[in-house]
């Protein structure tokens, strides 16, 4: 079984920065793609950002050039650096995780329990 914990997460004012984390434990061969999704009160799920074992990244337009994923496979862990946070920021984070069990299993994904960040003066 793979658990994904997420932290920190929290209250800032606009302009600000946060850094989240979420570090992925249990037994495992490999995870391939982590990323961070966000939803945001009455919206639906989104994808922030991704990041490939080979750290290839993408972005969501909307935090293009404010936000930045990476990771530290030694760790297990991925990071997003969020800088000139807006209000319209305002969500419950997930981790997400693609990990392949096993040498022989087809990968599935994990997700994080969330971490809320709110973006207020």
């Known amino acids: 079984q793979v658990q994904l914990v997420e932290s920190g997460g929290g209250l800032v004012q606009p302009g600000g920065s946060l850094r989240l984390s979420c570090a992925a434990s249990g037994s495992f061969f490999s995870i391939n793609v982590m990323a961070w999704y966000r939803q945001g009160p009455g919206k639906q799920r989104e994808l922030v950002a991704g990041?490939?074992?080979?750290?290839?990244?993408t972005y969501a337009d909307s935090v293009k050039g404010r936000f930045t994923i990476s990771r530290d496979n030694a760790k297990n862990t991925v990071y997003l650096q969020m800088n000139s946070l807006r209000p319209e920021d305002t969500a419950v984070y997930y981790c997400?995780?693609?990990?392949?069990?096993?040498?022989?299993?087809?990968?599935?994904?994990?997700w994080g329990q969330g971490t809320q960040v709110t973006v207020s003066s």
């Open positions: 990041i490939t074992s080979g750290a290839g990244t």
């Open positions: 997400n995780a693609h990990v392949t069990p096993t040498w022989y299993s087809t990968g599935r994904d994990y």
